[in-house]
């Protein structure tokens, strides 16, 4: 919308730097970034098909995007937030499969219940809801984040009981028979933005109002670390494509045992001294 009036052969590179500028006040870094790499390429083929000479946007700098520690809920936060929707059978399963699975809103939003294992207690998360146009599911975000996850025992539970609700409901109403875990008012598949603004409900009534539906993933990995599962179980729950993305957003709450591991060295060299 700032240059799609122009036509390409009057586009600067300083009406570039100016665009960059004015994208920046408004959109995150990432969001801008991908802005411009759209741009790069677009006006790269305008120079391949000799439309343009050169590309104004060729040497422009990405944003300097600014890594933030991961927010994730305390035992007592979710506590709260369980409690919350303890009579929104729903709302329990969607909670539990994020929660407990790390799955993303969009994720939930294209759950279906083919892909659910009860007695293996695994989901394999194989698309999810995009929201450019409407509700259409696409891909996951990476091609590492098509894969199983396990679930909770209580993940489970809420989700059988979700499940025998939905049934129930859809048979009331006269719904077809789609697939979906999550469905909506009218029985068809769930907008990420009706799930955020059902989470923002429940987190504004617990005092929670900043808190957002990716927070739930944030918690399943750093309560899997708190119970000491290994980076490893971490990275494939979390469906990172390597251990150093896993580390790189959740090494922080690994606990640093440093001093621990080098004082038992002279044990392991019998070094110790006899007491």
Same mark, same amino acid.
């Given at each position: 919308p700032h240059i799609g009036h122009r036509m390409l052969h009057t586009l600067t590179i300083e009406d570039m730097q100016t665009w960059r500028a004015a994208v920046l006040v408004k959109?995150? !870094? #990432?969001?801008? &970034?991908? =802005? /411009? %790499?759209?741009?790069?390429? /677009? +006006?790269?083929? %305008?120079?391949e098909?000799?439309? +343009?000479?050169? $590309?104004?946007? =060729?040497?422009? #700098?990405?944003? @300097?995007?600014?890594? +933030? *520690?991961?927010? $994730? +809920?305390t035992h007592a936060q979710v506590a709260l937030i369980l409690r919350a929707i303890d009579d929104d059978i729903g709302a329990r399963a969607a909670v539990l499969l994020s929660l407990t699975g790390g799955l993303r809103v969009g994720e939930v939003c294209a759950a279906r219940w083919e892909h659910l294992n009860a007695d293996e207690r695994t989901y394999r998360v194989s698309g999810t809801v995009t929201t450019a146009c409407g509700s259409r599911v696409g891909p !996951?975000?990476? %091609?590492?984040?098509? *894969? @199983?996850v396990m679930l909770s025992p209580a993940c489970i539970e809420a989700l059988s009981a979700h499940r025998a609700a939905q049934i129930e409901k859809r048979l009331a109403n006269g719904w077809p028979d789609q697939g979906w875990m999550f469905v909506n008012d009218a029985g068809?598949?769930?907008? !990420? &933005?009706?799930?955020?603004? #059902?989470? $923002?409900r429940? *987190?504004?009534?617990?005092?929670l109002s900043d808190c957002g539906w990716h927070a739930l993933r944030h918690t399943c990995a750093a309560m899997l670390i708190d119970g000491g599962a290994h980076p490893k179980v971490?990275?494939?729950?979390? #469906?990172?494509?390597?251990? $150093?993305?896993?580390?790189?957003?959740?090494?922080?709450?690994? !606990?640093?045992?440093q001093d621990e591991a080098v004082s038992a060295l002279d044990g392991a060299l019998g070094l110790g001294r006899a007491i």
């Open positions: 959109y995150a !870094p #990432r969001t801008v &970034n991908v =802005a /411009m %790499a759209a741009l790069k390429g /677009m +006006l790269r083929t %305008a120079v098909w000799r439309v +343009l000479r050169s $590309s104004p946007v =060729a040497g422009l #700098r990405q944003a @300097k995007v600014v890594r +933030l *520690a991961a927010a $994730s +809920l !996951p975000k990476t %091609a590492g984040s098509a *894969a @199983k068809t598949i769930m907008h !990420p &933005n009706v799930l955020r603004h #059902r989470w $923002s429940v *987190a504004d009534q617990v005092g971490v990275q494939q729950q979390m #469906r990172h494509s390597t251990i $150093s993305m896993t580390l790189d957003t959740y090494g922080h709450l690994f !606990p640093a045992r």
